[in-house]
């Protein structure tokens, strides 16, 4: 599960990886799969570990790919789109990365609403090929039905310019539409690249009219360099341009809300660990995202918050207020609870 970062030449898609990459741990094969790997920050997780003082402590972890425009396909635009797009497969989010200040290497004036337009009009394009192709194929070799009306209403609505994402499309037929990668069809997060100050992280905004997709106005040049200084300076910088948080911090929010994502802690003196589920996770996956032997001998699961565990201060406080809850396989696991599996195998 990761997120490629997509983007016109200059708007900053490399700056971004490079703030998010302060917080990577550099996994196994990240040089060839492109792939960097991201501790998201989580006060929640430091605080537990100051309570346990574990051996080891686990961030939640988010992976992140930037996708760049193929170079030597210029010359046609038709082909490089559809490379592009296919560059995207397998991601689970896009996040599209918008300039909304000044490059001086750039002859053209920032546009947000240009630029977004543009590489909008790319993913469209690309998926109106693939479907295309799909109707090529079945005259060779007839599709079923349903699949041939699935794809018949995705033709019709980029033939329109609308996202899939966003088109009048049923659940099934999203379903049966997510075998061909449609790159319109994925969930975006757009972050607007802005100028150093806090009146224009305010208003760029204004400069996009976007009614599907969520958006952070951030300026990305300067938190790299925030974020290169000691942790307990950069607050007041944040602080000055109108950030209640860490830029880091909230793109990691906004992350997390674009993809449905929820964390869960398992804790110990051993390990102090942030697991990442789906929200609607059961408590019998979410054993098993932990060890599988935990879900194939899941008996139950003792489940408090966060919240009033620190307030409790132990879990022995917790049982006795009767806060510590005994929950079964079928409980739907929610963000920031701590979970101990109780397992035989």
């Known amino acids: 599960m990761y997120a490629s970062v997509i983007g016109l030449a200059g708007c900053g898609k490399s700056t971004f990886m490079d703030v ?3 917080h990577s741990t550099h996994a196994v094969g990240m040089m060839k799969t492109g792939l960097v790997t991201i501790h998201v920050p989580d006060n929640r997780v430091d605080r537990l570990a100051e309570i346990f003082k574990p051996k080891k402590t686990s961030h939640a972890e988010i992976r992140l790919k930037e996708i760049l425009w193929p170079e030597k396909e210029e010359e046609n635009r038709k082909n490089a789109a559809e490379k592009y797009v296919k560059g995207l497969a397998g991601a689970e989010l896009l996040i599209h990365v918008v300039r909304a200040f000044d490059n001086p290497f750039l002859s053209v004036p920032p546009d947000p609403k240009r630029d977004l337009a543009a590489m909008d009009e790319e993913m469209v394009l690309a998926d109106l090929t693939s ?11 007839p599709a079923e039905p349903v699949m041939l009306e699935a794809v018949g209403k995705a033709r019709d609505a980029l033939e329109k310019m609308l996202f899939l994402s ?4 049923t659940a099934e037929e999203k379903k049966l539409l997510g075998g061909f990668g449609f790159a319109t069809l994925m969930q975006q997060l757009i972050i607007l690249n802005t100028s150093e100050n806090a009146e224009a ?4 905004p204004a400069m996009i009219r976007n009614d599907f997709r969520p958006m952070l106005a951030l300026p990305l040049g300067l938190a790299k360099e925030i974020e290169e200084l000691p942790p ?14 860490p830029i880091v911090t909230k ?4 992350i997390f809300s674009a993809m449905n994502l929820i964390s869960f802690f398992t804790v110990g003196d051993e390990e102090v660990h942030a697991w990442t589920v789906p929200a609607g996770t059961p408590a019998l ?3 098993g995202k932990v060890h599988s032997d935990m879900e194939r001998g899941f008996i139950r699961a003792e489940i408090v918050h966060y919240d009033t565990f620190t307030a409790r201060g132990s879990f022995k406080a917790c049982r006795d207020s009767g806060d510590l809850r005994i929950e079964g396989k079928t409980y739907l696991i929610q963000d920031g609870e701590i979970m101990h599996v109780r397992f035989n195998v």
């Open 285 to 287: 996956k979410a054993a």
């Open 166 to 169: 966003a088109a009048d499309l």
């Open 232 to 245: 307990d300076e950069q607050l007041n910088f944040f602080a000055d341009i109108g950030l209640d948080e």
């Open 131 to 141: 479907c295309e192709n799909f109707f090529e194929r079945h005259k060779k070799k």
């Open 201 to 204: 992280i305010r208003e760029s």
């Open 20 to 22: 998010m990459s302060m």
């Open 251 to 254: 793109i990691c929010k906004e």
